[in-house]
């Protein structure tokens, strides 16, 4: 396995077997992935499983992009949607850590226009929205408990009021204008996934003085080594990120185009975007995201470096929901059935028969293009998928499983 090319360490490899994995995970692996390729329901993947803090498996499989032949690589570049929302709550938790900001705080004490926002439930008619009862908290935008609505809800209301799309503001517009849009629901009451981390991004800026993808690279990326991460694939690195894929009429795969802050283009993620989202904006390879897994994993150290204090890590990857919003709702539910959610993570709170194998207390999330990451604290299991597929591939359901089950045949 080719680590980048950088001047961190490179990331330790062990044989399965050495760290309480089957010694036959890679051959599983790299057969599950060949029969989704062979079967025309992928064009390619990286998947990755490490354990203890060591390597224990990191595949290319199938093609990057098939119309100019080009194959899968190690350092292949992927579109990583969700996965960037871990990303920033570890920033927003760095600021925490910092006293910069305070989780329990009104959000509206960092940014205005949250506390001018009114409450007009989906079944309230016209006029009938009405003030929150308790302040929405930097807390609940890290949980997904705020009340804010979807991003394509809030980029409907924004072009009906004549404000640009969402994919066309800054951060900083997006939230000086929040108070256009109404709350579907008091804060605390409901989980509902939302433009909140767009929100936490627009946080970090404030709170940081720096915009948000300077201070992800500063105080994240270049400490961790993660080289290939950003908002875009700049020039000398744009052939390396992979083609997006989607169902084919014939029953085969094609070319899509990639949606980049709610509009779709295809040429996107090649240059900087005005909208740094922090819901799903971020690029990345399997060893960059690895990098960043084996930090939380690490409780927030890797090598030399820490990010985090193990309280705080402990503090953001445990259930923050009450248990009547659990599990949360959101489809298809049962991809999401024992889930919970910290703050930034789903938290897996009872098993289900989804992935049978999986631990409780596991830690996660996805992206929208069939990118997965797993951690389990009581096993130190790391398990990311990344390929570019859209609606979401079986793959990592079948990777998950694959590297519980060779867990279990070593216990």
């Known amino acids: 396995m080719r680590q980048s090319m950088d001047a961190h360490p490179v990331l330790p490899s062990r044989e399965p077997a050495q760290v309480g994995l089957a010694a036959d995970l890679g051959d599983c692996l790299d057969g599950a992935a060949r029969r989704l390729i062979g079967s025309r329901q992928l064009a390619g993947a990286v998947t990755v499983v490490a354990r203890r803090g060591a390597v224990a498996h990191y595949g290319v499989h199938g093609m990057m992009d098939i119309a100019r032949e080009r194959p899968m690589a190690n350092d292949t570049i992927f579109r990583i949607y969700s996965m960037t929302k871990a990303v920033g709550t570890v920033a927003a938790m760095m600021l925490s850590e910092e006293g910069k900001l305070e989780l329990d705080a009104p959000a509206a004490d ?7 926002m009114r409450v007009a439930p989906e079944d309230a008619g016209d006029g009938q929205a009405e003030a929150p009862r308790r302040a929405m908290t930097v807390r609940d935008l890290l949980r997904h408990t705020s009340g804010l609505p979807g991003n394509v809800a809030v980029n409907d209301r924004f072009r009906e009021t004549g404000l640009p ?10 939230c000086d204008h929040l108070d256009r849009v109404a709350l579907l629901y008091e804060p605390g009451s409901r989980w509902y996934y939302s433009v909140a981390a767009d929100v936490v991004g627009r946080l970090v800026e404030v709170v940081s003085g720096q915009t948000f993808d300077e201070f992800l690279a500063r105080r994240i990326f270049a400490p961790l080594g993660m080289v290939d991460t ?25 070319p899509v185009d990639a ?27 399997g060893t960059d995201y690895l990098r960043f897994c084996l930090m939380l994993c690490g409780g927030g150290a890797l090598g030399g470096v820490r990010l985090l204090q193990p309280e705080t890590v402990a503090d953001m990857t445990r259930n923050q929901l009450p248990e009547s919003l659990i599990p949360i709702r959101k489809a298809p539910q049962e991809r999401y059935d024992g889930l919970g959610f910290g703050l930034g993570f789903s938290v897996r709170v009872a098993p289900s028969g989804f992935v049978p194998g999986a631990e409780v207390g596991e830690y996660g999330w996805i992206g929208g293009a069939s990118t997965e990451f797993t951690i389990s604290p009581r096993s130190g299991l790391v398990i990311i998928t990344l390929t570019q597929f859209m609606p979401f591939s079986p793959l990592s359901r079948s990777v998950k499983s694959i590297a519980y089950d060779a867990l279990r045949a070593q216990t």
């Open 110 to 116: 960092y940014l205005p226009a949250l506390g001018r």
């Open 165 to 174: 799309p969402l994919a066309e503001c800054t951060l900083e517009e997006i």
């Open 230 to 254: 950003g908002f875009f694939c700049p020039p000398e690195k744009a052939g390396r990120l992979a083609e997006m894929y989607g169902p084919a009429p014939d029953g085969g795969i094609m």
């Open 259 to 285: 949606p980049q802050g709610g509009t779709v283009s295809r040429f996107s993620f090649r240059e900087r975007p005005r909208f740094l989202s922090c819901g799903g904006g971020l690029v990345s390879t």
